[in-house]
C-alpha cells in the first residue's frame, strides 16, 4: 500500500482494538519507509499529548521535526494549520500520527493531502474506525489479532525466550494462548509475568486470567471503554455479562425498552472495535475486553455489597432468586441447568428482583412455552434441564441460548 515510487500522496489508516499492535506496525512502516524522505515526523499518543500539551503543542511539535529547527510560536489552532500549509506545502514528507481519535487533530495536522509536498505519505493508527473510513484515506486496513501459531511464538519469545514452550510446558502455554485472544499485548504481558516462574504459579495465574484480565491490559482496553457515553457503556457491560453470542435483533428489543439507543450505541462500539456482529447476527467481543467488563462490573458490585446488578455465574443467579434477602439491584441473570432440574419460581421470589431487565437468556427448545407454563398476569420463571421462561403480564420473553 505505502512502498513504490509513485507521486502520489499516500494516506494510509490503521485501525483496531487497543493492544492489537497498531503502534508497532506503523513504527515499522515508518521506519522501513523513513530513508526515502527529506523529512520524517512521528507524533507518538496524540491523544495523550493534546490533552497535556493542546494541539497547538502539536503543530509545533510537525513543524520542528520536518523544518529540523526548534519552532514554539504557534499560539492558536488556526494560525498553525495556516503556518503548516506555507510552509511544508513543497516538502517530501513522512509523517506517522499514532493514536487520533479526534478528527480536530487530523484537520489541524495534515488538513488536506495538498498541504504536503507530491510523494508524502502519511501514516494514521485510530480505535475509531470513523477517524479511518474517510474519503482522504486511501488506504483503511483494519488490524486483526495473531492467529495461534503466532501468538504462542510472541508468547513464548517472552516466557521461555525462544520461538516454543518446552515440553513441560506445551499445555500451559497452550491454554494461555487461547485466553489471550490473539491480543498482542496480553501475550507479551503475560509471557513476562510468567517467565521463571514454578508450574504451581502458572496454573493459579491461567485460573486467574480466565477471569480478568492483567492491569496493563485492562489499563490499555479500558481508553475505549472510558470514551464511551453512558448508554454506550451499558450496551458494552449487557454484551460483555451476558449477550456474547446472541442474535443482536433479539436483544435490540430489551435495550430499546430502556432507552439505551442501541441503533446508535451498536454502531459506536463496532466502529471502536469493541465488539463485532457477524454474518450470522450475533454478537462477538474479544475475550479480554469480555474481562475488562466483567471486571467493571465486579468492581461495581463490590462497592456495595448486595449491589449484583449482573448475574453471569450460574450458581450466584439462582442463588440470588431462592435467597429470601435476595439483591434487589439485579438487572439480569443467567442460569445453567442441571438435568434433574426443575423448580418454578412465582411472584413471590422473581418480586424481589426488582430491577430485573432481563430475567433469563435462554428459550425451551421449540421457541415457545407449552400453554400451561403461563400463568395469567403473574411474573414467573420456569426452570427446567431444557431451559427457562419468563412470563410478564401474560406475554412470554424469550432470548436466544447462550453459547
Known amino acids: 500500500m505505502m512502498c513504490g515510487d509513485s507521486e502520489d500522496i499516500r494516506i494510509l489508516g490503521i485501525h ?8 508497532t506496525l506503523a513504527k515499522i512502516i515508518y521506519n522501513r519507509l523513513s530513508h526515502h524522505f527529506e523529512a520524517c515526523c512521528f507524533l507518538s499518543n496524540i491523544r495523550g499529548t493534546s490533552e497535556q500539551k493542546g494541539i497547538e503543542g502539536l503543530q509545533n511539535q510537525l513543524i520542528s521535526n520536518i523544518l529540523k529547527k526548534q519552532w514554539s510560536n504557534i499560539s492558536n489552532v488556526e494560525e498553525g494549520k495556516k ?22 487533530h487530523w484537520d ?7 498541504w504536503f509536498g507530491l510523494g508524502s ?21 483494519e488490524l486483526m489479532g495473531l492467529n495461534f501459531n503466532q501468538s504462542l511464538q510472541l508468547f513464548c519469545k517472552h516466557a521461555f525466550g525462544r520461538d516454543y514452550p518446552s515440553d513441560d510446558y506445551v499445555a500451559f502455554s497452550t491454554e494461555v494462548v487461547k485466553s489471550t485472544g490473539g491480543l498482542p499485548l496480553a501475550l507479551e504481558a503475560i509471557g513476562k509475568l510468567l517467565l521463571c516462574r514454578s508450574k504451581d504459579v502458572w496454573d493459579v495465574m491461567l485460573k486467574k486470567l480466565k477471569e480478568v484480565p492483567l492491569n496493563e491490559v485492562k489499563r490499555k482496553l479500558k481508553i475505549s471503554y472510558d470514551a464511551l457515553d453512558d448508554w454506550q457503556k451499558h450496551i458494552f457491560l449487557d454484551i460483555a455479562c451476558l449477550f456474547t453470542g446472541f442474535d443482536h435483533r433479539i436483544v435490540l428489543h430489551s435495550w430499546k425498552d430502556s432507552n439505551l439507543y442501541p441503533e446508535e450505541g451498536l ?41 449484583k446488578t449482573q448475574l453471569w455465574n ?30 418454578c419460581f412465582a411472584n413471590e421470589e422473581v418480586g424481589r428482583l426488582s430491577y430485573l431487565r ?21 411474573t414467573c420463571l420456569m426452570m427446567s434441564r431444557i431451559g427457562i421462561c419468563v412470563c410478564q403480564l401474560g406475554r412470554p420473553f424469550f432470548l436466544p441460548s447462550l453459547q
Open 83 to 104: 503556518i503548516i500549509k506555507e510552509r511544508l506545502c513543497g516538502k517530501k514528507v513522512l509523517v506517522l500520527l499514532d493514536d487520533v481519535d479526534q478528527m480536530t
Open 267 to 307: 454502531e459506536v462500539l463496532q466502529k471502536m472495535s469493541l465488539i463485532k456482529i457477524g454474518e450470522d447476527n450475533k454478537l462477538w467481543m474479544h475475550d479480554q475486553l469480555r474481562g475488562l467488563g466483567r471486571d467493571i462490573v465486579r468492581r461495581e458490585c463490590d462497592k456495595e455489597r448486595k449491589k
Open 358 to 378: 432481563c430475567p433469563e437468556v435462554r428459550v425451551f427448545q421449540d421457541n415457545r412455552p407449552s400453554n400451561d407454563r403461563s400463568h395469567g398476569n403473574s
Open 314 to 343: 450460574h450458581a450466584e443467579g439462582l442463588g440470588t432468586v431462592m435467597e429470601t434477602k435476595g439483591t434487589k439491584k439485579s438487572e439480569a441473570l443467567c442460569r445453567k441447568f442441571d438435568p434433574q432440574l426443575l423448580c
Open 121 to 141: 505519505k502519511i501514516i494514521i493508527t485510530s480505535r475509531n474506525r470513523d477517524i479511518i473510513d474517510v474519503p482522504k484515506v486511501w488506504h483503511p486496513y
Open 16 to 23: 483496531g482494538m487497543g493492544g492489537v499492535g497498531k503502534t
Open 108 to 114: 489541524a495536522l495534515i488538513g488536506k493531502p495538498a
